[in-house]
Nanobody, 124 residues
Framework: VQLQASGGGLVQAGGSLRLSCKSS????????MAWFRQVPGKEREFVAG????????RESDSVKGRFTFSKDSAKNTIYLQMNSLNPEDTGIYFC??????????????????WGQGTQVTVSS
């Protein structure tokens, strides 16, 4: 499984960015995808995720109402639309994949495959 994330950058507080993650090398039935983020000295934090087919989207409380997770099965790509960004959203954003959905989906250790990460920097 290969994951290729893109779309990060520098944006002012209140601005928007859209991240993309193209996946390949697996069939999508029963797979799940997610976005995590990490800042130096802290553990990787769950942002949003969902099964490829069916199931509800889970989001962290810190991004609800501002970030939107979406999928395009035809393009094998997931997205993270990030609006109303603030400096606390700064970090490296990673996409992740795993077979099946875990009740411990919020733990990075339960995800199997990772993209290379894309830097998001929000200036105040």
């Amino acid at each position: 499984v290969q994951l290729q994330a893109s779309g990060g950058g520098l944006v002012q507080a209140g601005g928007s960015l859209r991240l993309s993650c193209k996946s390949s090398g697996h069939t999508f039935n029963n797979y799940a995808m997610a976005w995590f983020r990490q800042v130096p000295g802290k553990e990787r934090e769950f942002v949003a995720g969902s099964r490829w087919f069916g199931g509800s989207t889970r989001e962290s409380d810190s991004v609800k109402g501002r970030f939107t997770f979406s999928k395009d099965s035809a393009k094998n790509t997931i997205y993270l639309q990030m609006n109303s960004l603030n400096p606390e959203d700064t970090g490296i954003y990673f996409c992740a994949a795993r077979y099946g959905w875990s009740v411990a989906y919020y733990l990075a250790s339960t995800w199997t495959y990772w993209g290379q990460g894309t830097q998001v920097t929000v200036s105040s």
